[in-house]
């Protein structure tokens, strides 16, 4: 059995000498109808109904069943008033400690024996003042049952306030926390996405400098080198200016867009891809949605970039195809180990085009296959392009 409550120890013994207290003064209530005992034996209902406040806790039921026994054997003594309110105090613990039943049982069978004893009361008496007595006993038992009932109530209130304020931290920081993760994922993206197709192209080309010994093909090579060099760190300026949150240091760019996509073959092309680009999108469609533009636009560049890497010997081909509000990109490179040198690529771009598609509620695909002419590197990205994407999360934009 847990160890009582220090509260429970401090009303047990204080309502154990302050009856002491009275009884050594010789004040009792002596209002008992049936024949008294000696005024010791007041004693006994005193201590042990003193006993069981340590109780009111553990065993809140268990002390109000046994406190009602005493209270009836207190009638048969002169009577304290300490044991009378010790009483009073287990019925208000039994309310409030006990388990939810008892909680809701107890108020209502005091209140019934309230009723009973004033009528019975009345009855017997036979005068109005007996119905003082029933105040007495409702006093005893339906109060403080009654404020047990409301404070626990309030009590409960308090509780489920508390327990909804901390679900709705909790909620709060799993927001926060998915916020972080998404925005650093993005983040990710656009740092792969726009530094990796001109670092690759510089590796593959510083490669062939230092191992072809041709004056003409290093100068080309360190012209290629240059180009990517002079845009890879505008790029990286452009995302310093976008971390930097608004401070004033710098104006972002505006994010790429499939007008864009001339300047960006225009590079590949430099870099060394035969590459094709299919614009089939009708003339004069209207702008697709930031989002939209800026994923299309993505998975382009880092298809080219593993073409680059990765590709055989051939042509690259890029097709852009607008109908029914979807947006479809199409890159196919030739499947085969390149000619010349590669550079190691980590898997890491193909999961960011994936996730590029997804947050916006489309499909992608990636994997090798026979388009009749040969075996080929498949990229297709299906994009949603009505009006529907347009509110969208800037997951994948910038």
Sequence with gaps: MPRPHRVDVLIAVAGLLGGLALWAIGLGL????????????????????????????????????????????DQFTPGSLVTILLFADLAYAAVLYGSPAAARRIPWTTGLVTVASTIAFVAWFQKPEAVLLGVMVGLVGFAPATTGAIVRNHRDAAETARLRAEQTALLAEMDRAQAVIAERARMARELHDMVANHLSAIAIHSTAALSLDDPGTTRDALGVI???SVDGLAEMRRLIGLLRDGSGDHE???????????????????????????????PG????PAPVEL?????????????????????VHVTLDLSDGTLTVTVTSPFGEPSGPRAPGSGAGLVGMRERATLLGGRFEAAPRDD????????????????????????GSE
Aim: glycine letters at 8%.
């Design 30 to 73: 002596r209002t008992s109808p049936v024949p008294e005992l000696p005024d010791a034996w007041l004693l006994v209902p005193l201590v042990l109904m003193s006993a069981l406040e340590l109780l009111r806790r553990t065993l809140p039921q268990t002390a109000l069943a046994a406190g009602t026994l005493l209270l009836v054997a």
């Design 226 to 228: 240059r180009e990517n």
């Design 252 to 282: 972002p760019a505006a994010a790429p867009t499939l007008e864009g996509l001339g300047t960006l073959t225009g590079q590949a092309r430099a870099n060394g891809l035969d590459l094709h680009l299919d614009d089939r999108r009708p």
């Design 285 to 288: 469609s209207p702008r697709l």
């Design 295 to 315: 994923a299309a636009y993505r998975i382009v560049q880092e298809s080219l970039t593993n073409a680059l890497k990765h590709a055989a010997p051939g042509p």
């Design 372 to 395: 009749g002419r040969g075996k080929v590197w498949y990229v297709r990205a299906v994009l949603p392009a009505g009006e529907a994407v347009s509110h969208l999360s800037q997951g």
